[in-house]
Each structure stands twice: as C-alpha cells, then as structure tokens.
C-alpha cells in the first residue's frame, strides 16, 4: 500500500526556519515528480515546490527564494527546507507525486507565529 508520511512541522517565529520531510513508498517514489503542497485555514489547498525525478526543482512564486525542495532517492524522501518564514506560510504541509496521484498522508502543521 502506498503511504506518505509528512513530519517536522511545528511552530516558528516570523524569519524563522523549519524542515519538513516526506518519506514516501519505493513504489510511487522513484517513478514519479513529487511536490509540497499546502492547505491554509478556510482555503484551497495549493501547490509549493515540486521536483522531478533528476532533481530539477519548481517553485511557486510565493516562497522562491525562501524555500528549498530536495529528495533523496536512496531514502524515498523529499524534504522542504523553509527559511524567512511568514505568517502566510501557516499551513498543513502534505507531500505527493507531481500531478498528486496518491492519497494524501495526514499532513504536518506548520504555524509561523510570534
């Protein structure tokens, strides 16, 4: 069965930084793109980084230049380093294959926050 199972979450104050990590199942993890995705309170949930199979990264505009997207295939995990937090950026943080294709894990909660 295939599971993603999001951690390193938590709170953090504004400028702050945080790493998530994703470890995904062999099955879906070496075929595929994968992504960050986030859901904010009382929105839709959206796309923020993906990066293909080789390692080529894709940001959204609103966190370029602030976060990093990396996977490491040996570990079937991709991570999400996030550095110059904002408030905005308080989400619940999943990770997928790029289109998401799996179903999605349970998320870690990110609060930026002073």
């Known amino acids: 069965q295939v599971q993603l199972v999001e951690s390193g979450g938590g709170l953090a104050h504004p400028g702050g930084f945080l790493r998530l990590s994703c470890a995904a199942s062999?099955?879906?993890?070496?075929?595929?793109?994968m992504a960050w995705y986030r859901q904010a309170p009382g929105k839709q949930r959206e796309l923020v980084a993906t990066?293909?199979?080789?390692?080529?990264?894709g940001y959204a505009d609103s966190v370029k230049g602030r976060f990093t997207i990396s996977r490491d295939n040996t570990k079937n995990t991709v991570y999400l380093q996030m550095n110059s937090l904002k408030p905005e950026d308080t989400a619940v943080y999943y990770c997928?294959?790029?289109?998401?294709?799996?179903?999605w894990g349970q998320g870690t909660q990110v609060t930026v926050s002073s």
């Open positions: 997928n294959t790029y289109p998401y294709a799996v179903t």
């Open positions: 062999g099955s879906i993890f070496g075929a595929n793109a």
């Open positions: 990066i293909t199979r080789g390692g080529t990264p």
